[in-house]
């Protein structure tokens, strides 16, 4: 019985980071998608986010057959329902990536990164990758200092994400309402996408040192 | 044994009703603070959502203990997981006021809301209150014609979060950068708002159907 438990935990595991894998091509595509104005790679980002919300729903079965069957109690118990919520945060990862390629779609042919933010958006853009990348690493390895940081990348997207509001605010923005709303929501996205990833290192953390309360932090 | 099962599940349908409660002031204060430019009443939402999260992490920490001690199983099972999510929704929600309400302190003392805006976001704002109304009842009452009545009440915020950018990308939309900014992130914190609402009654709907797939949509 125990073994068929730590097969299904191991299978749990696997699952997660096959779609961290799949959250990862995502967020490269949209990247790609919104500062290069590409709309087939927009598209399949679309579609794989059809993929990701299938496979975040078969864990979320397996997750609770686990339960049901296995009646995990301590250590796994907290294991079994990090992963829902592990699988949760991936899911709106995934969305984030998703709705950052379709500001690509919505804007083509023109470009919807906007003037005069297309360094920052690329060096926002290149922190999601890397945070994707460090997150399925993370999960893959449970290596604890990929968890500190995918921290230290989130702190690096909240400051771009606070440059951006304040060059559109400031006297010298002259960018036409357009590019105003697509740089508001695009800021936006990339930092959610980035949060996602912090509250699951969080998680992951927990898991490794105990701490449940600092795992379970709403404000991740 | 099974007694006190049920009166623990009692108690977490009592304590998401309590904080349905918190959510619904925390929004009707945001929607005054925001629509009036009234700081005082934007502090009340910050602070209530300390108290919104403290309440989320307590019963989060109950349910699991719940699984845990009464090792639930089927229906049961299903309804402790659902209680998970709804609380994580509901501190959703209650983040989503606490935005809307900073927004309204950010401008002080100008008006947050843009001008031409301002009857769809006073419309949006009614519709959000009402949305939180109808989820405290629903999660009080299970019945279930209200989780229709909150995805019909969903249906008209998504239009007017869509008429905001008709608005604001046509030739005519005269505001400033500030305006554009601030219409934009208000609309998206409205929408998101009526959408975790949706999401809730989902799974209050498929707790009294057992639908869990549809429950379970990850595009609520």
């Given at each position: 019985m125990r073994d068929v438990f730590q097969q299904e935990l191991h299978e749990v595991q696997e699952r997660l980071v096959e779609i961290a894998e799949?959250?990862?091509?995502?967020?490269?595509?949209?990247?790609?998608?919104?500062?290069?104005?590409?709309?087939?790679?927009?598209?399949?980002?679309?579609e794989n986010d059809v993929r990701i919300d299938e496979l975040t729903l078969a864990l979320d079965e397996l997750a609770i057959n686990i339960l049901a069957l296995q009646q995990p109690v301590a250590r796994d118990l907290r294991i079994v329902v990090s992963a829902l919520r592990i699988s949760s945060s991936l899911e709106r990862m995934g969305d984030m990536a998703e709705h950052i390629a379709q500001l690509a779609r919505y804007r083509f042919p023109?470009?919807?990164?906007?003037?005069?933010?297309?360094?920052?958006?690329a060096e926002m853009g290149r922190?999601?990758?890397?945070?994707?990348?460090?997150?399925?690493?993370?999960?893959?390895t449970q290596?604890?200092?990929l968890a500190n940081q995918i921290r230290d990348e989130d702190d690096k997207v909240?400051?771009?994400?606070?440059?951006?509001?304040?060059?559109?605010?400031?006297?010298?923005?002259?960018g036409e309402a357009t590019a105003t709303v697509d740089a508001?929501?695009?800021?936006r996205y990339h930092e959610r996408f980035a949060d996602h990833a912090v509250s699951i290192a969080k998680k992951v953390q927990y898991l490794a040192t105990?701490?449940?309360?600092g795992a379970d932090d709403v404000h991740a």
């Open positions: 799949l959250v990862e091509v995502s967020i490269e595509n949209a990247v790609t998608a919104f500062t290069k104005s590409d709309v087939g790679v927009a598209e399949d980002v679309i023109e470009r919807a990164v906007p003037k005069g933010l297309k360094s920052t958006f922190l999601d990758v890397e945070i994707a990348r460090s997150l399925t690493r993370l999960l893959r290596d604890i200092a909240d400051e771009l994400h606070a440059s951006v509001f304040d060059k559109l605010l400031s006297e010298r923005w002259k508001t929501l695009a800021s105990g701490d449940w309360a």
